[in-house]
């Protein structure tokens, strides 16, 4: 269970800026009165929970389980924070390009084609994708390979959903996704700072990792389109770029996918791109980040932790050297 071994020392939420004093001084009662355990953590879970189902950002609610199991206690970033500092070069590449430009986004109808070596290949519109399998909220860190992270109560199913829906092929060995990338509604396609459309990709057993999140919301309703409605990945224990958002195709295939990033300076940004404390950036350190909404502008102040501090997934990688697949 990763609540047991979360990161940042200590496995409690600290009280928020935006808590209610007497949800503050209630929680303060109620912490000093339980030994964290995993009952305990899923409680204090609950009720950061339903703090951040309070904020929200006026989108359509979308109701959800919390897995207490696949979420982290830190204390999340405000609604606020998460959707106005954003990576989406679709729309910008200024962070807050993404909360300007996005809003006229149109998010549905909207398909999601899924083919390649697979079975039962099928185009899903969201409302079938939203019907797919039970909703689950989990709060998930995300950490940009710039070297800031958020913490963000998502809303999705794993991945694993989808894949046994369509049963790849035996030939199968990687999963690519592909972003919208459409002039007329998204300005920074015009731009050549990167190949479009954004491709990312998994390999299959990364893709079929339980923690990996097939995201259709966040604060319990749907993703702001900044943060890449109607549907996107989230994958938390690799850098944020591997998260593709706004997904139109998603392609089971043999070979390893050539990534958006990946194409523009593969010596900066490799297909695995793993959360790695010891694996420095060319050009910066990777062993410490800055926590938006929580850490002081340009106060790197956390350890970042190996794979995000999601040790799970570690026996995906036995026997590779991460230093050479970064
Ligand atoms: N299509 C697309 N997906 C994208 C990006 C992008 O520019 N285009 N940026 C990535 C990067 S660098 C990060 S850190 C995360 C940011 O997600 P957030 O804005 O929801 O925090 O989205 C990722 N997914
Ligand atoms: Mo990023």
Same mark, same amino acid.
């Given at each position: 269970?990763?609540?047991?071994?979360?990161?940042?020392?200590?496995?409690?939420?600290?009280?928020?800026?935006?808590?209610?004093?007497?949800?503050?001084?209630?929680?303060?009662?109620?912490?000093?009165?339980?030994? +964290?355990?995993?009952? /305990?953590? #899923?409680?204090?879970? !609950?009720?950061? %929970?339903?703090?951040?189902?309070? &904020?929200?950002? =006026?989108?359509?609610?979308?109701?959800?389980?919390?897995?207490?199991?696949?979420?982290?206690?830190?204390?999340?970033?405000?609604?606020?924070?998460?959707?106005?500092?954003?990576?989406?070069?679709?729309?910008?590449?200024?962070?807050?390009?993404?909360?300007?430009?996005?809003?006229?986004?149109?998010?549905?109808?909207?398909?999601?084609?899924?083919?390649?070596?697979?079975?039962?290949?099928?185009?899903?519109?969201?409302?079938?994708?939203?019907?797919?399998?039970?909703?689950?909220?989990?709060?998930?860190?995300?950490?940009?390979?710039?070297?800031?992270?958020?913490?963000?109560?998502?809303?999705?199913?794993?991945?694993?959903?989808?894949?046994?829906? +369509?049963?790849?092929? /035996?030939? #199968?060995?990687?999963? !690519?996704?592909? %972003?919208?990338?459409?002039?007329? &509604?998204?300005? =920074?396609?015009?731009?050549?700072?990167?190949?479009?459309?954004?491709?990312?990709?998994?390999?299959?057993?990364?893709?079929?990792?339980?923690?990996?999140?097939?995201?259709?919301?966040?604060?319990?309703?749907?993703?702001?389109?900044?943060?890449?409605?109607?549907?996107?990945?989230?994958?938390?224990?690799?850098?944020?770029?591997?998260?593709?958002?706004?997904?139109?195709?998603?392609?089971?295939?043999?070979?390893?996918?050539?990534?958006?990033?990946?194409?523009?300076?593969?010596?900066?940004?490799?297909?695995?791109?793993?959360?790695?404390?010891?694996?420095?950036?060319?050009?910066?350190?990777?062993?410490?980040?800055?926590?938006?909404?929580?850490?002081?502008?340009?106060?790197?102040?956390?350890?970042?932790?190996?794979?995000?501090?999601?040790?799970?997934?570690?026996?995906?990688?036995?026997?590779?050297?991460?230093?050479?697949?970064?």
């Amino acid at each position: 269970m990763l609540i047991k071994r979360s990161p940042n020392g200590i496995d409690l939420p600290f009280p928020s800026e935006i808590t209610p004093r007497a949800v503050y001084e209630a929680r303060r009662t109620f912490i000093k009165q339980l030994a +964290v355990g995993a009952a /305990g953590s #899923a409680a204090l879970l !609950e009720m950061a %929970s339903r703090e951040a189902f309070a &904020q929200g950002g =006026g989108n359509p609610r979308l109701a959800a389980k919390l897995n207490p199991a696949y979420s982290a206690l830190d204390k999340q970033t405000p609604y606020k924070d998460a959707t106005s500092y954003n990576n989406f070069y679709e729309f910008g590449t200024d962070k807050g390009d993404p909360a300007a430009n996005a809003g006229s986004l149109k998010t549905r109808p909207w398909t999601v084609s899924i083919e390649g070596e697979v079975k039962k290949p099928m185009t899903l519109d969201i409302d079938a994708l939203l019907k797919l399998a039970p909703l689950e909220e989990r709060v998930y860190r995300l950490r940009c390979v710039e070297g800031w992270s958020m913490v963000i109560p998502w809303i999705g199913y794993s991945f694993a959903e989808i894949i046994k829906l +369509v049963e790849p092929t /035996g030939n #199968a060995k990687y999963v !690519e996704f592909t %972003s919208l990338a459409d002039r007329r &509604q998204m300005p =920074g396609v015009n731009s050549r700072v990167l190949q479009w459309p954004y491709v990312e990709g998994l390999r299959l057993d990364e893709a079929h990792h339980p923690l990996t999140l097939l995201t259709l919301g966040m604060y319990g309703e749907t993703l702001a389109n900044q943060n890449g409605a109607p549907v996107r990945m989230v994958v938390p224990w690799k850098y944020g770029f591997k998260s593709a958002k706004s997904i139109v195709k998603i392609r089971f295939v043999k070979d390893q996918p050539r990534t958006s990033w990946n194409l523009s300076a593969p010596n900066e940004y490799g297909f695995y791109s793993n959360v790695n404390p010891e694996v420095d950036h060319p050009r910066w350190s990777q062993a410490s980040e800055r926590r938006i909404g929580e850490d002081g502008f340009l106060a790197r102040k956390r350890k970042t932790l190996m794979f995000n501090g999601y040790a799970d997934v570690a026996p995906l990688y036995a026997g590779m050297d991460l230093k050479k697949y970064y």
